[in-house]
C-alpha cells in the first residue's frame, strides 16, 4: 500500500493494544517526573547559578553562536576560546568540554539561539525542536496517536537532559520522508538541512537515486549548495578551514587515539572497541556494516515494495551506516518505528511484532544502567522487524 493511499485522517484497522498504551502514558510521565525532580535537585542545570554541576551539551552550541555572532566564527573550532565562551554561559568553570564539530552551516543556528540569555536560548531549543519531532512523528505514523508514540520513546529523555540535536535531525529525516511522495521538492529542501550533520545522511543519495526520486535528489543539492555558500559569506572561508582542520585531527584523536567512552557510541563501530576489539578490527566492522546497509537501501528502493517498507528500511539504515552515533541521536529511530506502527495498525501486526518494538525501546531505556551500546542493539533488531515485514510481503505476492 503506497503513502498516498493512507492520509493523515484514514481509520485505524488494528488498535494499539491497551497494554502498549499504559506503558506509552507511563514513560510519558516518568520522563516528565525525571526532568522536574533532575531540575529541582540541580542535577539538571541549565542556568547561570542554578548549581556548579555540568552543563548540558547545548552550551556548546550557545558558546559557538555568540562567537559567530561577535565575528569570530573560527574561534568556535578553537578549544580554548571556545571552552572559555562555555563557561561564560554558565557562570562557572566546570570539568570537561563540549567541542564544536559541526559545520559552519550550522552557525545559523547557533547564532539565532546565541541572541537570547543561554537558559532562555536553552529552554527554546530543546522544547521547540521536541514540537518539530512530534510533528513530524505524527505525520509519519498518520494519526494522533503518533504525538504519544514520539513522547513516550526513550531517546526523548537523553534529548531533554542534554538539550542536544536528537530531535532536529529525527524532525529533518522524518518530516523528508512523510512529505517525500506528495512534495518531493520540499522534502528535498529539508535534506538539504540535515547536512548540518552530514554522517546521518550518506545513504540518502543512494535511495533518492535507486528510488527514482530526482527532483528532491536535485533540491537536496541545491539546498545544501546554497547553505554551504551562504555561510562562506557570512561567517568566511576561515571558519570551514578550520571545521575542516578539526575534523581530521579532532575525529582521529577520537576515534582511534583511545579518548572516547567507546560504550557510549551506539555503532558497530563503539561496540566492537567495547568488547576489547583494536581499532582495525572496529573500522572493518563498520565498513562491513555501512556497505551492507548502502545495498540493503538501494536494493529495498529499487524494489516494487511499499512506501513505508522503503522509508523505514533508509532511517533505520541510516543509523547503521555512521561510526558516530550517540543515545540522544536515536530520537531518529521513532521515524522507522512510526513507519511499522503505520503498516501494523492498518494491516495488522505480524506476531510478536509489537513485542520487538518494544524490545528495541527497551534497549535504549537501559542504556543508562548498562552504559553499553544497546542502542545499536536496538536498531540491529528494528531492522530486523523491517526485514521480516519486506520477506512477509514478498511472499505473499508471489
Given at each position: 500500500?503506497?503513502?498516498?493511499?493512507?492520509t493523515p485522517?484514514?481509520r485505524?484497522?488494528?488498535?494499539?493494544?491497551r497494554?502498549?498504551e499504559?506503558?506509552?502514558?507511563a514513560?510519558?510521565?516518568g520522563?516528565?517526573?525525571?526532568?522536574?525532580?533532575?531540575?529541582?535537585?540541580?542535577?539538571?542545570?541549565i542556568?547561570p547559578?542554578?548549581?556548579?554541576?555540568?552543563?548540558?551539551?547545548?552550551?556548546?552550541?550557545?558558546a559557538?553562536?555568540r562567537?559567530a555572532?561577535?565575528?569570530?566564527?573560527?574561534?568556535?573550532y578553537d578549544?580554548?576560546?571556545?571552552?572559555?565562551?562555555?563557561e561564560n554561559a554558565?557562570?562557572?568553570?566546570f570539568?570537561?568540554?563540549?567541542a564544536w564539530?559541526?559545520?559552519?552551516?550550522?552557525?545559523f543556528?547557533?547564532t539565532?539561539?546565541?541572541?537570547?540569555?543561554?537558559?532562555?536560548?536553552?529552554?527554546?531549543?530543546?522544547?521547540?525542536?521536541?514540537?518539530?519531532?512530534?510533528a513530524?512523528?505524527?505525520?509519519?505514523?498518520?494519526?494522533?496517536i503518533?504525538?504519544g508514540l514520539a513522547?513516550a520513546?526513550?531517546?526523548?529523555?537523553?534529548?531533554?537532559?542534554d538539550?542536544q540535536?536528537g530531535?532536529?535531525?529525527?524532525?529533518?529525516?522524518?518530516?523528508?520522508?512523510?512529505?517525500?511522495?506528495r512534495?518531493?521538492?520540499f522534502?528535498?529542501?529539508?535534506l538539504?538541512l540535515l547536512?548540518?550533520?552530514?554522517?546521518?545522511?550518506?545513504?540518502f543519495?543512494?535511495?533518492?537515486?535507486?528510488?527514482?526520486?530526482?527532483?528532491?535528489f536535485v533540491?537536496?543539492g541545491l539546498?545544501?549548495?546554497?547553505l554551504?555558500?551562504a555561510?562562506?559569506l557570512?561567517?568566511?572561508?576561515a571558519?570551514?578551514?578550520a571545521?575542516?582542520t578539526?575534523?581530521?585531527?579532532?575525529?582521529h584523536?577520537?576515534?582511534?587515539?583511545?579518548?572516547?567512552?567507546?560504550?557510549k557510541?551506539?555503532t558497530a563501530?563503539?561496540?566492537?572497541r567495547?568488547?576489547?576489539?583494536?581499532?582495525t578490527?572496529?573500522w572493518?566492522?563498520?565498513?562491513?556494516v555501512?556497505?551492507?546497509?548502502?545495498v540493503?537501501?538501494?536494493?529495498?528502493?529499487?524494489?516494487?515494495?511499499g512506501?513505508e517498507?522503503?522509508?523505514?528500511?533508509?532511517?533505520?539504515?541510516t543509523?547503521l551506516?555512521?561510526?558516530?552515533?550517540?543515545i540522544?541521536?536515536?530520537?531518529?529511530?521513532?521515524?522507522p518505528?512510526?513507519y511499522?506502527?503505520?503498516?501494523?495498525?492498518a494491516?495488522?501486526?505480524?506476531?510478536?511484532?509489537?513485542?520487538?518494538?518494544?524490545?528495541?525501546?527497551l534497549?535504549?531505556?537501559?542504556?543508562?544502567?548498562?552504559?553499553?551500546?544497546v542502542g545499536?542493539?536496538?536498531?540491529?533488531?528494528v531492522?530486523?522487524?523491517?526485514?521480516?515485514?519486506?520477506?512477509?510481503?514478498?511472499?505473499?505476492?508471489?
Open positions: 500500500m503506497a503513502l498516498d493511499a493512507m485522517g484514514h485505524a484497522g488494528t488498535p494499539l493494544a497494554p502498549v499504559l506503558v506509552c502514558f514513560l510519558v510521565v520522563q516528565a517526573v525525571y526532568l522536574a525532580t533532575a531540575y529541582v535537585q540541580g542535577i539538571w542545570v542556568a547559578g542554578g548549581g556548579h554541576g555540568v552543563p548540558p551539551d547545548f552550551v556548546n552550541i550557545w559557538a553562536g562567537l555572532l561577535s565575528g569570530h566564527a573560527a574561534a568556535a578549544w580554548p576560546a571556545h571552552k572559555l565562551m562555555e554558565v557562570g562557572h568553570s570539568n570537561g568540554y563540549y564539530s559541526y559545520p559552519p552551516t550550522f552557525l543556528v547557533a539565532a539561539l546565541s541572541l537570547l540569555p543561554y537558559a532562555a536560548a536553552c529552554f527554546a531549543w530543546t522544547f521547540g525542536t521536541f514540537l518539530t519531532y512530534l513530524a512523528v505524527r505525520a509519519v505514523v498518520g494519526e494522533r503518533g504525538y513522547a520513546f526513550p531517546a526523548v529523555l537523553s534529548n531533554f537532559v538539550g540535536n530531535f532536529l535531525t529525527a524532525s529533518l529525516i522524518g518530516g523528508s520522508l512523510a512529505l517525500l511522495q512534495r518531493p521538492i522534502a528535498g529542501a529539508l538539504g547536512t548540518v550533520k552530514p554522517h546521518l545522511g550518506l545513504l543519495p543512494i535511495a533518492l537515486a535507486a528510488g527514482g526520486r530526482w527532483r528532491a533540491s537536496a539546498v545544501a549548495a546554497l554551504a555558500a555561510s562562506w557570512c561567517f568566511g572561508g571558519s570551514w578551514q571545521f575542516f578539526g575534523l581530521g585531527t579532532d575525529s584523536a577520537f576515534l582511534t587515539d583511545d579518548l572516547a567512552d567507546w560504550s557510541l551506539q563501530f563503539g561496540l566492537t567495547t568488547l576489547g576489539g583494536s581499532a578490527l572496529a572493518t566492522a563498520q565498513i562491513v555501512a556497505l551492507a546497509a548502502a540493503a537501501v538501494a536494493a529495498v528502493w529499487r524494489s516494487r515494495a512506501f517498507l522503503k522509508a523505514a528500511a533508509l532511517g533505520t539504515a543509523l551506516a555512521t561510526p558516530y552515533l550517540y540522544y541521536d536515536l530520537a531518529i529511530l521513532a521515524v518505528l512510526g511499522l506502527f503505520r503498516l501494523g495498525r494491516r495488522g501486526f505480524l506476531p510478536h511484532e509489537e513485542a520487538g518494538i518494544g524490545g528495541a525501546c534497549l535504549i531505556l537501559i542504556f543508562p544502567l548498562l552504559k553499553a551500546p545499536f542493539l536496538a536498531v540491529l533488531l531492522a530486523a522487524l523491517i526485514a521480516r515485514r519486506a520477506l512477509a510481503a514478498r511472499s505473499s505476492v508471489t
